[in-house]
């Protein structure tokens, strides 16, 4: 049968299996600046993030920021591509009906949430991130700038120009930063959804996270104002549609208040009954008009003077289904440029929801892990305020852990002996249960951890290597 024939193949190729790669965490020490800056204070001051750790203010870079960091490396070194994000009402999210886990290691790697009305379908991140806290207190540097060049070119012009003077809270010094990395969720996904559908003809699976839903508005003249602006017109009031974002006078829509399990929404007045409820709007009171999106740009038709709006949200995936599953599964196969990127699953209940479940080839599993860990050990791309910075760890200890916890973070701090900066901890961190095999530690001349192997030998007794490609095999990753 296709599907053993298949499966066989799935089985071989590590389709299926992509869980068998350790879990690792990684702690860092760099210097830096306090790149992410806070509020203006005064006016003219441009503040840095700071926090209270124990007794002492220090500046830190937040794990937003990191994680923006991280992904323009990852972009830059490995030509990740973003992926496609959609306004819902306020909020600005990923696009699920564009990507998946299996298309998008933005995806897969950082998580998401999206959501539709009162649905919503969430992922943790795999990768976990720390704040970047600073080793030592801030003092309360500032220094002041101004735009002195600009100023002086615009003066030999002609030109009565004067300095635009500002002033910016600074703090340098050694930063701590921790990742983990969860293989247990890298590469898996799982969607509760509505329904889904097979298309054999187009190999194409549709699956309906959220169940499409129309309106058709009668008696609609489309007209133009005298901005060329087009907009429609029904006996009781406008509609303006700008692409899928629709902003509608007030007297046209009802609003409905919150009862058992239905949130508060909108319908249209004289369609009350109707399923088409719209759960994230705002309201102008300058205008007296809602504002919504839709999920496709609304079709109107001029014959029949109708207008309809469309809201929900479905994910076309092509894709080749797998005869013969067992236990009444769907299962399906996904490639992209005659690559193998991994299956899908179907699970139907007899009442309520599918559950679609995601799982990413083992190939792509190990590709996605070795470029985010290469990453954090080469170093990030991180410019802020047009002034680069330097995420590049001066020491470094990564390790497989069985529980994905940031297990050296704790331990990790510098100290000044005889004029030479150390690491502390190390020794300490060594003693913890979670790490599940050998401990790779990176340090520089000027940021010493072991001052002779034989030190690194004794204090570490045996766990310590000082190959990477060591520490890979350990965990999981085959290959160079």
Known sequence: MEYLARKKKIKKEGIMNNNELKNITITMVFDGSALNRDEKVGGNILSIKKLNVNGEIRSFIGKPAIRHYLFQTLWRAFGWEPAQVTGQGEVVQLDLTKSDILTSAELDVFGYMFTRGKTAVTRKSPLGITKAVALFPYSGDLAFYANHDLVRRGKEDGLAVTPNPFTKEEHAAFYKVSFTLDTGILGNDMWVVEDTTYDEQANMLRVSIVAPVSVALDNVERRTDEHENVFYEMPKGRIFVDGRTVKVDEQLMQKKPAKKNLEEHLVFSDKGRSKFRIFDFSYDDDSKQYEFDVDEEPEYDESKKALTLKIGAVKEIPCVKLSGAPDGKETYAVSQDGKELGTLVVERKEQGPCIVRFSLAKQQVEQRFREVVSALVSGLYAQSSGEANTIIPLFLVAAPVKVPSPVFHPYIDVRKEDGQWKV???????????????????????????????????????????????LLKDIGITGT
Request: charge should be negative; glycine fraction near 6%; include cysteine.
């Open 424 to 470: 502390i901890g190390v020794k300490d961190a060594l003693k913890n249960s979670w790490i599940d095999g050998k401990v790779y530690v990176f340090d520089c001349e000027r940021l010493k951890v072991f001052e002779t192997d034989e030190e690194l030998k004794e204090l570490s007794d045996g766990k310590v290597t000082r190959d990477w490609n060591e």
